[in-house]
């Protein structure tokens, strides 16, 4: 099982970008995906996570201005993110809580894609 993301990149203060992870492999079942963030020195960030029936929690600092949505067919993830700030320059990981064929249930990691805003 791999977890790819992309998406990553530069924006200016108010602007956007979109993250995407796709988890590929021999997947019987995904129950939770979502993406964390770190920034160097500080602790993994939970941004926002949703089920398989679509619902879905944010950070309260990213509330309003983030949105996360799931593709089951694709098993991919994403994150539209909106009125960027520059407080949100991070490492971005996508995860997945997920059931291999063959296997136990199991939480896998994309590898991380950078985002920098600008003032």
């Known amino acids: 099982v791999q977890l790819q993301a992309s998406g990553g990149g530069l924006a200016q203060a108010g602007g956007s970008l979109r993250l995407s992870c796709a988890a590929s492999?021999?997947?019987?079942?995904?129950?939770?995906m979502g993406w964390y963030r770190q920034n160097p020195g500080k602790q993994r960030e939970l941004v926002a996570v949703?089920?398989?029936?679509?619902?879905?929690n944010y950070a309260d600092s990213v509330k309003g201005r983030f949105t996360i949505s799931r593709d089951n067919a694709k098993n991919q993830v994403s994150l539209q993110m909106n009125s960027l700030k520059p407080e949100d320059t991070a490492v971005y990981y996508c995860?997945?809580?997920?059931?291999?064929?063959?296997?136990?249930?199991?939480?896998?990691w994309g590898q991380g894609t950078l985002v920098t805003v600008s003032s």
């Open positions: 995860y997945a809580v997920l059931k291999p064929y063959g296997s136990t249930w199991s939480t896998d």
């Open positions: 949703i089920t398989s029936d679509d619902s879905a």
């Open positions: 492999g021999s997947i019987l079942r995904i129950n939770v």
